[in-house]
Protein backbone atom coordinates (compact mmCIF):
# COMPACT_ATOMS: atom_id res chain seq x y z
CA UNK A 1 0.00 0.00 0.00
CA UNK A 2 2.72 2.64 0.88
CA UNK A 3 4.73 1.38 -2.44
CA UNK A 4 1.66 2.37 -4.41
CA UNK A 5 1.57 5.81 -2.55
CA UNK A 6 4.88 6.52 -2.86
CA UNK A 7 4.85 5.87 -7.04
CA UNK A 8 1.42 7.52 -7.45
CA UNK A 9 2.57 10.84 -5.62
CA UNK A 10 6.20 10.54 -7.47
CA UNK A 11 4.41 10.07 -10.79
CA UNK A 12 2.47 13.32 -9.81
CA UNK A 13 5.49 15.45 -9.65
CA UNK A 14 7.04 14.25 -12.85
CA UNK A 15 3.80 15.15 -14.73
CA UNK A 16 3.72 18.35 -12.65
CA UNK A 17 7.38 19.22 -13.63
CA UNK A 18 6.35 18.37 -17.11
CA UNK A 19 3.88 21.03 -16.89
CA UNK A 20 6.20 23.78 -15.40
CA UNK A 21 8.57 23.22 -17.52
CA UNK A 22 6.19 23.90 -20.83
CA UNK A 23 5.23 26.67 -19.09
CA UNK A 24 8.67 28.39 -18.61
CA UNK A 25 9.21 27.30 -22.30
CA UNK A 26 5.98 28.70 -23.57
CA UNK A 27 6.44 32.38 -21.46
CA UNK A 28 9.93 32.48 -23.02
CA UNK A 29 9.25 31.85 -26.80
CA UNK A 30 5.90 35.19 -26.07
CA UNK A 31 9.00 37.54 -24.23
CA UNK A 32 11.42 36.40 -27.13
CA UNK A 33 9.13 38.07 -29.31
CA UNK A 34 8.84 34.74 -31.43
CA UNK A 35 6.11 34.43 -33.79
CA UNK A 36 5.82 30.56 -33.11
CA UNK A 37 1.99 31.40 -32.49
CA UNK A 38 0.85 27.60 -33.63
CA UNK A 39 3.65 25.90 -31.24
CA UNK A 40 2.00 28.54 -28.20
CA UNK A 41 -1.31 27.05 -28.58
CA UNK A 42 0.62 23.16 -29.74
CA UNK A 43 1.95 23.43 -25.96
CA UNK A 44 -1.26 24.76 -24.13
CA UNK A 45 -2.91 21.50 -25.89
CA UNK A 46 -0.08 19.59 -24.42
CA UNK A 47 -0.52 20.78 -21.14
CA UNK A 48 -4.01 20.42 -21.03
CA UNK A 49 -3.30 16.45 -22.58
CA UNK A 50 -1.26 15.99 -19.05
CA UNK A 51 -3.93 17.25 -16.73
CA UNK A 52 -6.86 15.69 -18.37
CA UNK A 53 -5.24 12.62 -18.59
CA UNK A 54 -3.16 12.30 -15.36
CA UNK A 55 -4.45 14.56 -13.14
CA UNK A 56 -7.98 14.38 -13.64
CA UNK A 57 -8.13 11.00 -14.35
CA UNK A 58 -10.16 10.76 -17.61
CA UNK A 59 -9.89 7.19 -18.08
CA UNK A 60 -11.66 6.52 -14.96
CA UNK A 61 -14.81 7.23 -16.67
CA UNK A 62 -13.99 4.24 -19.28
CA UNK A 63 -13.49 2.33 -15.94
CA UNK A 64 -9.70 1.79 -17.29
CA UNK A 65 -8.71 2.55 -13.80
CA UNK A 66 -9.75 0.50 -10.70
CA UNK A 67 -13.10 2.42 -8.67
CA UNK A 68 -12.79 3.24 -5.11
CA UNK B 1 -29.35 -5.23 1.41
CA UNK B 2 -26.18 -7.26 1.89
CA UNK B 3 -22.23 -5.90 1.77
CA UNK B 4 -22.02 -7.10 -2.29
CA UNK B 5 -25.28 -5.43 -3.19
CA UNK B 6 -24.18 -2.21 -1.33
CA UNK B 7 -20.50 -2.13 -2.93
CA UNK B 8 -22.44 -3.00 -6.54
CA UNK B 9 -24.62 -0.03 -5.74
CA UNK B 10 -21.71 2.32 -4.78
CA UNK B 11 -20.02 1.44 -7.54
CA UNK B 12 -22.57 1.92 -10.24
CA UNK B 13 -23.79 5.09 -8.37
CA UNK B 14 -19.51 6.21 -8.47
CA UNK B 15 -19.53 5.33 -12.54
CA UNK B 16 -22.92 7.55 -12.99
CA UNK B 17 -21.25 10.50 -10.91
CA UNK B 18 -18.56 10.14 -13.05
CA UNK B 19 -20.26 10.43 -15.77
CA UNK B 20 -22.84 13.27 -14.56
CA UNK B 21 -19.34 15.24 -13.46
CA UNK B 22 -17.85 15.42 -17.14
CA UNK B 23 -20.82 16.24 -18.56
CA UNK B 24 -21.19 19.42 -17.15
CA UNK B 25 -17.41 20.22 -17.56
CA UNK B 26 -18.20 19.65 -20.94
CA UNK B 27 -20.86 21.88 -20.99
CA UNK B 28 -18.59 24.49 -19.36
CA UNK B 29 -16.17 23.77 -21.71
CA UNK B 30 -18.15 25.03 -24.50
CA UNK B 31 -19.04 28.49 -22.93
CA UNK B 32 -15.12 28.79 -22.02
CA UNK B 33 -14.44 27.54 -26.22
CA UNK B 34 -17.35 30.50 -27.01
CA UNK B 35 -14.57 33.18 -25.02
CA UNK B 36 -11.70 32.29 -26.51
CA UNK B 37 -13.08 32.25 -30.24
CA UNK B 38 -14.44 35.65 -29.49
CA UNK B 39 -10.80 36.29 -28.33
CA UNK B 40 -9.47 35.55 -31.42
CA UNK B 41 -12.32 36.54 -34.06
CA UNK B 42 -12.29 40.38 -32.25
CA UNK B 43 -8.96 40.82 -31.18
CA UNK B 44 -6.85 38.70 -34.01
CA UNK B 45 -3.74 39.21 -33.95
CA UNK B 46 -2.97 41.86 -30.95
CA UNK B 47 -3.50 40.85 -27.05
CA UNK B 48 -3.85 43.53 -24.77
CA UNK B 49 -0.77 45.38 -22.29
CA UNK B 50 -0.82 42.76 -19.36
CA UNK B 51 1.77 42.38 -16.59
CA UNK B 52 3.69 40.01 -18.24
CA UNK B 53 5.74 38.66 -14.67
CA UNK B 54 2.48 38.74 -13.04
CA UNK B 55 0.63 36.78 -15.96
CA UNK B 56 3.54 33.96 -15.31
CA UNK B 57 3.37 34.29 -11.53
CA UNK B 58 -0.05 33.61 -11.27
CA UNK B 59 -0.08 30.89 -14.13
CA UNK B 60 2.43 28.95 -11.69
CA UNK B 61 0.42 29.22 -8.69
CA UNK B 62 -2.62 27.53 -10.04
CA UNK B 63 0.08 24.97 -11.65
CA UNK B 64 1.19 24.25 -8.05
CA UNK B 65 -1.99 24.47 -6.82
CA UNK B 66 -3.12 21.35 -9.24
CA UNK B 67 -0.33 19.61 -7.99
CA UNK B 68 -1.13 19.64 -5.06
CA UNK B 69 -4.85 18.90 -5.51
CA UNK B 70 -3.71 15.53 -6.80
CA UNK B 71 -0.99 14.66 -4.02
CA UNK B 72 -4.47 15.45 -1.79
CA UNK B 73 -6.64 13.39 -3.92
CA UNK B 74 -4.03 10.35 -4.43
CA UNK B 75 -3.40 10.69 -0.84
CA UNK B 76 -6.92 9.84 -0.07
CA UNK B 77 -7.00 7.12 -2.26
CA UNK B 78 -4.52 5.80 -0.21
CA UNK B 79 -6.02 6.36 2.93
CA UNK B 80 -3.87 9.52 4.24
CA UNK B 81 -5.78 11.38 5.84
CA UNK B 82 -2.79 14.01 7.13
CA UNK B 83 -1.06 14.73 3.32
CA UNK B 84 -4.93 15.00 1.87
CA UNK B 85 -5.40 17.66 4.45
CA UNK B 86 -2.14 19.18 4.36
CA UNK B 87 -2.70 19.35 0.02
CA UNK B 88 -6.21 20.32 0.40
CA UNK B 89 -5.35 23.40 2.14
CA UNK B 90 -2.61 24.44 0.65
CA UNK B 91 -4.74 24.28 -3.12
CA UNK B 92 -7.14 25.90 -1.11
CA UNK B 93 -4.80 28.88 -0.02
CA UNK B 94 -3.03 28.96 -3.50
CA UNK B 95 -6.50 29.11 -5.01
CA UNK B 96 -7.04 32.47 -3.21
CA UNK B 97 -3.74 33.53 -4.08
CA UNK B 98 -4.82 33.31 -7.60
CA UNK B 99 -7.97 35.35 -6.98
CA UNK B 100 -5.68 38.21 -5.53
CA UNK B 101 -3.32 37.90 -8.00
CA UNK B 102 -5.96 38.13 -11.14
CA UNK B 103 -9.03 40.02 -9.37
CA UNK B 104 -7.04 42.40 -7.07
CA UNK B 105 -4.02 43.27 -8.72
CA UNK B 106 -3.94 42.50 -12.31
CA UNK B 107 -7.39 44.41 -12.62
CA UNK B 108 -6.01 47.69 -10.83
CA UNK B 109 -3.01 47.32 -13.01
CA UNK B 110 -4.74 46.68 -16.27
CA UNK B 111 -4.30 50.40 -18.17
CA UNK B 112 -8.00 50.05 -19.52
CA UNK B 113 -11.65 49.23 -17.95
CA UNK B 114 -14.45 46.58 -19.17
CA UNK B 115 -15.64 48.90 -21.36
CA UNK B 116 -12.65 49.98 -23.40
CA UNK B 117 -13.26 48.03 -26.73
CA UNK B 118 -12.77 44.81 -27.24
CA UNK B 119 -9.79 44.51 -25.43
CA UNK B 120 -10.76 45.36 -22.08
CA UNK B 121 -14.00 43.58 -22.42
CA UNK B 122 -12.97 39.88 -23.77
CA UNK B 123 -9.90 40.84 -20.81
CA UNK B 124 -12.74 41.55 -18.01
CA UNK B 125 -15.48 38.72 -18.96
CA UNK B 126 -12.43 35.90 -19.38
CA UNK B 127 -10.61 36.63 -16.81
CA UNK B 128 -13.50 37.24 -14.48
CA UNK B 129 -15.32 34.21 -15.78
CA UNK B 130 -12.79 32.11 -15.12
CA UNK B 131 -11.98 33.61 -11.64
CA UNK B 132 -15.91 33.05 -10.63
CA UNK B 133 -14.82 29.16 -11.18
CA UNK B 134 -11.89 29.89 -8.99
CA UNK B 135 -13.90 31.21 -5.99
CA UNK B 136 -16.88 28.16 -6.67
CA UNK B 137 -13.79 25.71 -6.48
CA UNK B 138 -12.20 27.29 -3.21
CA UNK B 139 -15.87 26.94 -1.48
CA UNK B 140 -16.08 23.76 -2.60
CA UNK B 141 -12.48 22.93 -1.20
CA UNK B 142 -13.11 24.60 1.97
CA UNK B 143 -16.34 21.96 2.39
CA UNK B 144 -14.53 19.26 0.93
CA UNK B 145 -11.71 20.03 3.66
CA UNK B 146 -13.64 20.50 6.53
CA UNK B 147 -15.48 17.07 6.29
CA UNK B 148 -12.42 15.92 5.57
CA UNK B 149 -10.85 17.15 8.85
CA UNK B 150 -14.71 15.08 10.25
CA UNK B 151 -12.81 12.23 8.76
CA UNK B 152 -15.60 11.52 6.66
CA UNK B 153 -14.18 10.38 3.83
CA UNK B 154 -12.39 6.91 3.66
CA UNK B 155 -10.01 5.20 0.75
CA UNK B 156 -12.73 3.53 -0.21
CA UNK B 157 -15.21 6.33 -0.34
CA UNK B 158 -14.01 9.55 -1.60
CA UNK B 159 -16.08 10.53 -4.50
CA UNK B 160 -16.97 14.43 -3.26
CA UNK B 161 -12.71 14.38 -2.89
CA UNK B 162 -12.46 13.40 -6.60
CA UNK B 163 -15.16 15.18 -7.62
CA UNK B 164 -13.57 18.55 -6.35
CA UNK B 165 -10.32 17.36 -7.43
CA UNK B 166 -11.70 17.25 -11.28
CA UNK B 167 -13.19 20.39 -10.98
CA UNK B 168 -10.45 22.19 -9.80
CA UNK B 169 -8.27 20.34 -12.77
CA UNK B 170 -10.85 21.76 -14.90
CA UNK B 171 -10.22 25.67 -13.86
CA UNK B 172 -6.81 24.83 -14.57
CA UNK B 173 -7.31 23.63 -18.08
CA UNK B 174 -9.47 26.48 -18.83
CA UNK B 175 -6.21 28.97 -17.77
CA UNK B 176 -4.10 26.48 -20.02
CA UNK B 177 -5.50 27.92 -22.92
CA UNK B 178 -6.57 31.45 -21.43
CA UNK B 179 -2.59 32.29 -20.21
CA UNK B 180 -1.72 32.13 -24.19
CA UNK B 181 -4.83 33.75 -25.86
CA UNK B 182 -4.81 37.29 -23.20
CA UNK B 183 -0.95 37.34 -22.17
CA UNK B 184 1.15 35.32 -25.05
CA UNK B 185 -0.17 35.55 -28.08
CA UNK B 186 -0.26 38.70 -30.81
CA UNK B 187 1.49 42.22 -30.50
CA UNK B 188 0.68 44.28 -27.73
CA UNK B 189 -1.95 47.41 -28.26
CA UNK B 190 -2.66 49.76 -25.80
Redesign the interface.
Known amino acids: MDDKKKQALKFGVYVFIILAVLTIGEYFIAVAGLPWWTALYGIAILKAWFVIQHYMHLPRLFGEEEKH | MTTADYRTEY?YK??TN??GL?LFLLSDSFFFGGLLVSRFYLMG?TRPHLE?TLG?IV??VL??S??F???AE??M????QKTFLQGTLITLVLGVGFLVGVVGVEWQLAPFGPNDGAHGALFYMMTGMHAFHVLTGVIFLGIVYNNGRKGLYT????WAV?AC??YW??I??VW??F??AL????TVVS
Open positions: KLGRLWNQLTALVSFMNRTAAHGDAEKHEATHFDVIFYPYLIG
